[in-house]
């Protein structure tokens, strides 16, 4: 489906996320956990990149046609003219028609990492619009002829075309003015909608509408927002140079969480602040939210999660829809066992039930005995076996052994942030902040383990075992006698509820509530 037919026939704001190829050679399990993270959001479409800041990578178009088959979601490909002539641009637009992707994203693309300015290939195009003129007229059946400049007539492609939008200005063209008449250039040349790039005040993103329908252009612009949780993320996009304004009070108290080490505030109030931007780019007519996920199944969710059931939850979600008809089956289970009970008590089973409790409920508490005799020996064995761990300086050599390793790690991470930050992918970052956390809570647990050794609370433990034991079982006899007598007890009830009636009551009951919810959910399923 096209995403320009989504947006006219949405009913309400439309959520859509956006996910990167691996590095060439890498992975892709984080994009498609990434993608079942944000499942239950439903979103209408996922674009997938072809990476960025002059770094291009390969699987744009396989993967983007693997979500689509494997998870149902419409996506859009993020298409680059750079490094390609009109044939290349020509022969991979038809990979992707004939992979079923009807919707691209067009793009010039950055210049290749280190250089400043953008040089066109060899019959390639210069600008973005060349490049949106080329997608629309093999839209119109115009496919390159062998002489250049010329065109023949084939089957026609059906692309929806998107484009970029920079509500702050291209980074390489500071002029406002001059970027809209670029932006107006694509639209005239066929493009159905704009995807801006992110930025972190939503009255940028309003004023750039405002200017693009002063100068006519009247397409539907979808923001996109970029989720920031902490101080590292932050930090990280100001140092790509992307020519954004970024709230003072934002950056400020992101690098005020960081440097008190307070990782939860940081991550609530970067949360709330994206979760209020999305709110107010809604609320002023945002027609939705398309979320850079940075191929993280968690960032970005609580923004998300806190706005959705108001803003994108349809009459009945899928979540919804889901729950009722677990209730519909947990009524049949319902039903089944009524059915059985009944049966059982009028076929004799429950009360030869009842006459064999004393013997059940007698097995049950050697059994018990038993249980508990291993549990003691084996409590009893792990103290010794700590006891022994510190005593013989085992623990204390696999604390050391964690210290320098926490150290050589932090140390290489602080160099690469440091000095190439742009080197290091978020899911690279992430991956030794985890290694880090993980070395650091081995480290208390073992620190933990001595002192309880040193102080003597493990020995007094191991002292108190037998006696602890003797406690319990004293308290398990009681709850077995407890449970026999509730048992019997019910069992009783049940026999009682059969006889008079009671239960075939019921039983009448469940079947007309399971017909009333399931005709309630045929209604409510049309509206989805």
Sequence with gaps: MKVSEIYKKAKRPVFSIEVSPPLNGGPLEPIFNTINSFKEFEPAWCSVTCGALGRPRGGTIPISGRIKRESGIETVVHFISMGRSEKDVENLLMDMKYEGIENVLALRGDPPAGNKEFHPYSNGTRYAYELVRQIRLMNQS????????????????????????????????????????????????????????????????????????????????IPGVMPIENWPQLNFILNQKLGLNVPKHFVEKLQKYHDHGDKVSAQKFGTEYIASMCETLINGGAPGIHLYTMNSPTRGRGAIQAIYTRYFAPKITREEYNLVRLQLEALLYETDKTRETIQKVESGESQ??????????????????????????????????????????ELQKRLEGIVREHDQIEARMEVAVEEAPSKMTWAEYNQVQLQLGGLLYEADEIRETIRKVESGELQKRLEGIDREYSQIKVRQGEAIESRKKREADEIRETIRKVESGELQKQLKGIDREYSQIEAKLEQAVESF
């Design 352 to 393: 030869k039930q009842l006459e064999g409790i004393d013997r059940e409920y007698s097995q049950i508490k050697v059994r018990q005995v038993e249980a508990m005799e291993n549990r003691k020996t084996k409590e009893a064995d792990e103290i010794r076996e700590t006891i022994r761990k510190v005593e013989s300086g």
């Design 142 to 221: 115009k496919y390159l002829a062998e002489k250049e400049g010329e065109y023949c007539e084939r089957l026609p492609t059906d692309f929806c075309i998107s484009v970029a939008g920079h509500p702050e200005g291209h980074p390489q063209c500071p002029n406002k003015k001059k970027g809209l008449e670029h932006l107006k250039m694509k639209v005239g040349e066929g493009a159905d909608y704009i995807t801006t790039q992110l930025f972190f005040n939503a009255d940028y993103y309003f004023r750039f509408v405002e200017d693009a329908q002063r100068i006519g252009i009247q397409i539907p612009v």
